[in-house]
């Protein structure tokens, strides 16, 4: 296989990474409203393991979606997506360590690690829509880091941009896919 045929092959088994998004985004709204009604604490703990879950959660809304939800294991592209797992892990150390010194900024920094990450997802799927995505979670992520904006303010941010793209990406594949046929 060459690279594009990788992405395809993964753009199919995944719904071009739409699920994930989708999942991630209800994960980062449910977060910023229990922070919002009922404590920071709670948002922190709900966002965590809500964040273990993106990954098995995504690939069963594939698989409904009658999508494989998994790659063949010679595709490079699968390493990468792994491999970049680990600005998340360390982006949420860093987010949690500064949450210690300053609860405020947890979400704006989460924003704008995850917008890294999606900077990278381009390159497993093939879809410049993946740069947007990212620049639309780091640049509210600064802004609400800069303005001092209130604790709940990233985490629903997050959750609407997310959501809307999950929802954008999804109707982009059936799109490509009706073409295809």
């Known amino acids: 296989m060459d690279f594009k045929e990788f992405q395809k092959e993964m753009r199919i088994a995944y719904l071009c990474g739409g699920t994930g998004i ?16 009922l404590s920071k604490e709670k948002s922190l703990l709900i966002f965590f393991i809500g964040g273990m879950l993106i990954y098995p959660l995504g ?16 595709n490079p592209l699968g390493k990468l ?3 970049s797992t680990a600005v998340l892990f360390i982006g949420l150390f860093i ?14 920094v989460m924003l704008m690690i995850i917008g890294v990450r ?17 620049l639309l979670l780091i640049i ?7 303005a001092n904006q209130p604790f709940h303010f990233g985490g629903i941010a ?24």
Do not use: C
Request: proline content about 2%; cysteine-free.
């Open 22 to 37: 989708l999942v991630s985004g209800i994960i980062w709204l449910i977060s910023g409203l229990s922070g919002l009604y």
């Open 59 to 74: 690939v069963l809304l594939a698989k409904l979606f009658n999508r494989s939800g998994k790659h063949h294991k010679d």
């Open 81 to 83: 997506a792994i491999e």
């Open 95 to 108: 987010a949690y360590s500064i949450y210690q010194i300053q609860e405020l900024w947890f979400f704006p």
């Open 118 to 134: 999606y900077l990278v997802f381009q390159s497993i799927y093939g879809m410049k829509i993946y740069w947007l995505l990212g």
């Open 140 to 146: 509210p992520g600064i802004l609400f880091l800069i």
């Open 158 to 181: 997050g959750g609407i941009i997310e959501i809307s793209f999950g929802v954008l990406v999804i109707i982009m594949d059936n799109r490509s896919n009706k073409t295809l046929k």
